[in-house]
């Protein structure tokens, strides 16, 4: 994460969670290790039961990964694999510290960005927890709005375990490097899908690129036999190619696509349709 970063990803929470100075929320989630050596069962197995290898990440509110820290054995908690974590370091030899800015809440000033973590953690100046006990009505609703915000990390494990069912079931590879690396990748491409998709948010649409919708939706079904319609597919991948070849086919647009898809539907329906009207007599 750069300063630059830092700054976009608290204005991104400001907006969307109504506080600032906030740069993501830390959790661990673990996944199971179904060739974990039967020596080191002691050591990966934890509450689950069986042996997991934990993964630690930090994710904002868009679900992309900031943080992320993976093979610590499953028999650590959270704040054991926190105490041996390169996020800890960045704390300690201040490098973290190069993202820090000056911002205010509630007319007061502050000069360290903070994250969302639950009770396990430690209550450091970086951590935003819950109240475990909350007793007024104050306490109740920042508990509430806590809990609420810091599902972002857990909507984060939650769709990347859903891309991924490597993480999702049992992990088969017998070397915890191919293990490491297998994971490192999967969060490596999920922060691609997540610019992909933020991306496509920001697109203007142009107008130009559903022409072709309207253009199938007008065609008149008799008027076309099994040559027609061949003719039509053929054209309709030559026109995908040239699109594709100008760049408009790119992960950052899917016009494209769903406009192709749209036509193919109509075209392989126009014979089924022709077919009936010849049996029916019309």
């Known amino acids: 994460m750069t300063a630059n970063d830092a700054r976009a990803t608290v204005k991104l929470h400001k907006e969307h969670h109504g506080i600032d100075g906030m740069f993501g929320s830390l959790d661990v989630t673990k996944v199971q290790w179904a060739n974990c050596p039967s020596a080191w069962h002691g050591q990966f197995q934890g509450k689950e039961g069986v042996p997991t ?19 610590f054995p499953g028999g650590l908690n959270d704040l054991n694999i926190w105490e041996k974590s390169s996020h800890l370091e960045s704390f300690q030899d201040g490098t ?27 209550q450091l100046s970086r951590f935003l927890q819950t109240i475990s006990v909350p007793i007024s009505k104050i306490d109740s609703h920042y508990s509430g709005w806590q809990e609420a915000k810091r599902k972002d990390i857990e909507r984060a494990f939650g769709v990347l375990k859903k891309k991924f069912h490597l993480l999702a079931h049992a992990i088969r590879m017998a070397y915890r490097d191919d293990i490491f690396y297998a994971v490192r990748a999967c969060t490596a491409l999920h922060n691609m899908m997540v610019e992909t998709r933020l991306n496509d948010l920001e697109e203007v649409e142009d107008s130009s690129h559903y022409e072709v919708v309207e253009e199938a ?61 010849r049996i029916s007599g019309d």
């Open 53 to 71: 290898i934990a993964l630690e990440a930090v994710a904002d509110y868009n679900l992309w990964i900031w943080h992320d820290a993976f093979g």
């Open 96 to 122: 973290f510290s190069e993202l820090d800015f000056e911002y205010e809440i509630n007319g007061e000033k502050f000069d360290q960005l903070f994250a969302l973590v639950d009770g396990i953690y430690p």
């Open 217 to 277: 939706r007008t065609v008149t079904p008799e008027r076309r036999g099994n040559d027609d319609v061949e003719a039509v597919v053929d054209a309709e991948e030559e026109d995908v190619r040239g699109r594709m070849a100008a760049g408009e086919g790119s992960l950052n647009s899917h016009v494209v696509d769903l406009a192709f898809r749209d036509k193919m539907e109509q075209v392989l329906y126009m014979p089924r349709h022709l077919n009936t009207a």
